[in-house]
Each structure stands twice: as structure tokens, then as C-alpha cells.
């Protein structure tokens, strides 16, 4: 049970650039999301979804498009990178119980560095 | 107004001191607080669980409720250098079509010197 995944752990990329950050878990749980965490800004959340096919927007989505054809892999897209993006990226899986109390798992993070 | 609130610190202890970390909330219909622990270069991990109101001691650690103050803390008995990290408050939402997702703190960075 490997939990949940991701990949890469580091990347740099030039303004304009894109790239998919991929988020696996072997879990079977319903909801996935991802944050980005800042200094001093806390856990902010980007994009997630409720199940295969089903994605909403976080607080901060602009900028990043997301995609659930499984219920294992969350790929996280940045479109054209920008300097504001430069963040540490994690993904994170839970089931989705109606009675609450959901415990989230956390993948290891991408460092994410836009030059 | 969001929903949770934390001071994000940092706090600087010697070993050996109770540390205590707060959070307020918003919203008096939160049934469940949850505290991570994430330390440097880590994912955040899940560290006590607590529902409604009061108390609960799980070693060193005690997460305590306050719901008619919309106020949790977690108390940390006999710091140790090993519980350098930073803890985040966390509260789900118990209805709608959010179910899943959690409301965190923005995260009190501890340090606990020898």
C-alpha cells in the first residue's frame, strides 16, 4: 500500500512553460485535491474532485486545470507557468463519508521552482 | 471571514515546556477537529482527532474543544526536540456536496531547543 504519490518530487521550469504534476493514491478514496503551500499562507487549496469525472475549483484554481478519469490519478496541469507559481504542490486523498471527520493523506510534495 | 484561524507563530520553546497551540472558527455547526503535524520537507500528517466538545490525551498530547467559543487548542506535555514541526488545525464539513474536504488553519511553526 503505497499511499498516496507523487511526481516529480523537484522541478524548474522558465516562465511560459507547461507541465503536469501527477498524484496517484491506492487507497480507493472517493475525494482528491491538491494545495499549494506558501510561506506564512498556509495549506490553500487549488482544485478537487469528488469522484472519477467530477473536479471543482479551490480558492486559488487560476492559472491550473485538473482532470479525474480514475479514481486513482489526480494530474494537476500548469498551462503556462509564471513566477507566482513558484510553491511547494501537494496532493492529498480521503474517502468521503457523509458523517465527517474525514482523514486526509498527503502525498510528499513537489517543489515547484518557476524562473 | 474564513473558516478557520491560526496564529502562525513561530513558537520557540525550551525542552521540557507545555506548548499550547490554538485556533478559532467560524462556524458553530463543526462537529469534528482534526490537528496534522508536518515536519520540514514532509507532507502533513494526521496527529488527533477529536468530535464535539471536550477532551481527548493520547500520550504527551491533549486536543481540547471549546464549542461555546468556537476555540481548540492542542497541548503539548514535555516538549521534546522531535516535536519541531508544524502543526495545523483542520475541520471538516460535516454536510454537502464538500464532503471530503478540510478546512485548515495556515499551520504554528514550533521549535522545541534542547
Known amino acids: 500500500n503505497a499511499g498516496v504519490t507523487q511526481t516529480p518530487k523537484f522541478q524548474v521550469l522558465k516562465t511560459g512553460q507547461s507541465m503536469t504534476l501527477q498524484c496517484a493514491q491506492d487507497?480507493?478514496?472517493?475525494?482528491m485535491s491538491w494545495y499549494r503551500q506558501d510561506p506564512g499562507m498556509g495549506l490553500r487549496l487549488i482544485h478537487y474532485?469528488?469522484?472519477?469525472?467530477?473536479?471543482d475549483q479551490g480558492e486559488v484554481p487560476n492559472g491550473y486545470n485538473v482532470s479525474r478519469s480514475t479514481t486513482e490519478d489526480f494530474p494537476l496541469r500548469l498551462l503556462s507557468a509564471a513566477p507566482s507559481q513558484t510553491s511547494v504542490y501537494f496532493c492529498?486523498?480521503?474517502?468521503?463519508?457523509?458523517?465527517?471527520?474525514?482523514?486526509?493523506?498527503f502525498g510528499p510534495g513537489t517543489r515547484l521552482t518557476v524562473l | 471571514q474564513k473558516e478557520v484561524e491560526q496564529d502562525p507563530g513561530p513558537l520557540s520553546v525550551p525542552e521540557g515546556a507545555i506548548v499550547s497551540l490554538n485556533c478559532t472558527y467560524s462556524?458553530?455547526?463543526?462537529?469534528?477537529f482534526m490537528w496534522y503535524r508536518q515536519y520540514s520537507r514532509k507532507g502533513p500528517e494526521l496527529l488527533m482527532y477529536?468530535?464535539?466538545?471536550g477532551n481527548k490525551e493520547d500520550g504527551r498530547f491533549t486536543a481540547q474543544v471549546d464549542k461555546s467559543s468556537k476555540y481548540i487548542s492542542l497541548f503539548i506535555r514535555d516538549s521534546q526536540p522531535s516535536d519541531s514541526a508544524t502543526y495545523l488545525c483542520?475541520?471538516?464539513?460535516?454536510?454537502?456536496?464538500?464532503?471530503?474536504?478540510?478546512?485548515f488553519g495556515r499551520g504554528t511553526q514550533l521549535t522545541v531547543w534542547p
Open positions: 492529498a486523498s480521503s474517502y468521503s463519508r457523509t458523517s465527517g471527520g474525514n482523514e486526509q493523506f
Open positions: 487507497m480507493n478514496h472517493e475525494y
Open positions: 474532485s469528488v469522484g472519477a469525472g467530477i473536479t
Open positions: 462556524n458553530s455547526a463543526f462537529q469534528y
Open positions: 477529536t468530535y464535539s466538545s
Open positions: 483542520a475541520i471538516p464539513p460535516d454536510r454537502g456536496s464538500t464532503l471530503g474536504r478540510l478546512y
